[in-house]
């Protein structure tokens, strides 16, 4: 059981270039998220997925696109890399315990720096 | 947008101490959560309380909610140098199905 899985680790892109980072679980988790960390800021939220085909924006999803075609995966692209998206970057996937709030496990993150 | 609010925002204290750090807003949640990081890795939920007043416990840390669930505090007993990272609070105000809002997070040093 592997949890939560991301890849690359590190990634360095020039400005204007476009990746994916991939994200996956095998808990079977139906909700997912990804947050970005910057110093001072704390962990935020650009977008989540209640479930396959299912995705919304959360508070920064400016420059960012996400899919959800599975429940395993759920890839974040970076349409135009841009200086301001370097960033430490957080896949979770989430089950909800039957009251309280969601119980977020986190990947190891990926940590992106612009050029 | 609801803000939780975490101090100290930096703590360094000698093993053995106890110490406290809290997360505060001026917003009410349905529930707070606490996390850990340590460097490299992502965060790891410690604990999620959801009634008002209630106080959990995890070995040698407490987790209190305030009565009108806008705050919360996190006790260290006897603190070891196991415990130094980054602690986070979360909150939700409806289960947090559209995320969740952290705080800033507390850096504790453990020194040995």
């Known amino acids: 059981n592997a949890g939560v899985t991301q890849t690359p680790k590190f990634q360095v892109l020039k400005t204007g270039q476009s990746m994916t980072l991939q994200c996956a679980q095998d808990?079977?988790?139906?909700?997912m998220s990804w947050y970005r960390q910057d110093p001072g800021m704390g962990l935020r939220l650009i977008h989540y997925?209640?479930?396959?085909?299912?995705?919304d924006q959360g508070e920064v999803p400016n420059g960012y696109n996400v899919s959800r075609s599975t429940t395993e995966d759920f890839p974040l692209r970076l349409l135009s890399a841009a200086p301001s998206q370097t960033s430490v970057y957080f896949c979770?996937?989430?089950?909800?315990?039957?009251?309280?709030?969601?119980?977020?496990?986190f990947g190891p993150g990926t940590r992106l720096t612009v050029l | 947008t609801q803000l939780l609010e975490q101090s100290p925002q930096f703590l360094s204290i000698q093993e053995g101490e106890n110490l406290t750090v809290y997360c505060n807003s001026s917003?009410?949640?349905?529930?707070l959560q606490w996390y850990r990081q340590e460097p490299g890795e992502g965060p790891v939920l410690l604990v999620t309380?959801?009634?008002?007043?209630e106080v959990k416990k995890l070995k040698r840390l407490t987790f209190q909610f305030g009565d009108a669930r806008k705050d919360s505090s996190l006790h260290i007993t006897a603190a070891q140098p196991g415990d130094t990272g980054l602690y986070l609070c979360a909150g939700s105000a409806g289960g947090g199905a559209d995320g969740l809002t952290f705080g800033k997070g507390t850096h504790l040093i453990i020194q040995p």
């Open positions: 808990m079977n988790h139906e909700y």
């Open positions: 997925s209640v479930g396959a085909g299912i995705t």
């Open positions: 979770a996937s989430s089950r909800f315990p039957g009251q309280g709030a969601y119980e977020q496990f």
């Open positions: 917003s009410v949640f349905s529930s």
């Open positions: 309380v959801v009634t008002g007043g």
